[in-house]
């Protein structure tokens, strides 16, 4: 329910600002991301309109919320929408079903998880950090063409970045977590169009750890978890 609650806060006003906002959000939140994955109903192979992507969150300060996990995105032909799982080791909890028409979920779901990290590790409101985000969105957003290796062959993708707190004017109270930075690979060579999504934060100074990251990759497609 948070994420379809998220989705409709950053959905909202999509129309408004200049036309780079606009292809912004084109490219975050795709509405045809899953075109040609639909399993079709009546076959039964193992996999079929499946997406799987490895998650790594580290950092100093994320404890046991740490650690490697797989997402598994399912779409049902019967009813048009999209089961979304997570996975660490033999354990799996339901992330949810979506309607497959507004698009890949996952983003939605990445978004928020950070949210909550970053909020939790910051004593900071995910509130005023998701607006921060939605503004970002339609007036600093970065992006540019990239070149990556999938499935043994060099494709075109575009790299959106944002670095939400950069102008924030509650910058200098933010510490470290001020210079987040959330970046996103997409491409129309790439099953459900996200690469990968990836956020990160510096470690504090003076601290040899790492700093908070949370990254989400693509795996394969078309089939199950092995």
């Known amino acids: 329910m948070r994420i379809l609650l998220l989705f409709a806060l950053f959905l909202l006003g999509t129309g408004h600002g200049p036309a780079a906002a606009a292809e912004t959000y084109e490219l975050l939140f795709?509405?045809?991301?899953?075109?040609?994955?639909?399993?079709?109903?009546?076959?039964s192979e193992a996999g079929q309109g499946t997406l799987v992507y490895d998650k790594v969150i580290s950092g100093a300060d994320v404890g046991q919320a740490g650690g490697s996990f797989g997402i598994d995105l399912k779409i049902k032909p019967d009813d048009d929408s999209v089961a979304m799982t997570l996975y660490q080791g033999t354990r799996s909890r339901a992330l949810g079903n979506y309607p497959a028409s507004v698009g890949n979920p996952l983003i939605m779901y990445f978004l928020e998880s950070v949210l909550v990290d970053v909020a939790g590790q910051s004593g900071g409101s995910p509130f005023y950090m998701r607006n921060r985000i939605k503004e970002a969105l339609l007036r600093d957003a970065q992006v540019v063409p990239v070149s990556l290796r999938y499935e043994n062959r060099d494709i075109a993708a575009r790299e959106v970045t944002i670095r939400p707190f950069t102008k924030d004017k509650a910058r200098e109270r933010m510490g470290r977590f001020a210079e987040l930075a959330l970046a996103i690979t997409v491409s129309e060579d790439v099953p459900g169009w996200y690469y990968s999504l990836v956020a990160?934060?510096?470690?504090?100074?003076?601290?040899?750890?790492?700093?908070?990251?949370?990254?989400?990759?693509?795996?394969?497609?078309?089939?199950?978890?092995?």
């Open 200 to 226: 990160t934060v510096p470690a504090a100074a003076g601290r040899a750890e790492a700093g908070y990251i949370n990254a989400i990759t693509l795996k394969r497609a078309g089939e199950g978890r092995q």
């Open 30 to 43: 795709r509405s045809t991301a899953l075109k040609g994955l639909e399993a079709v109903p009546g076959k």
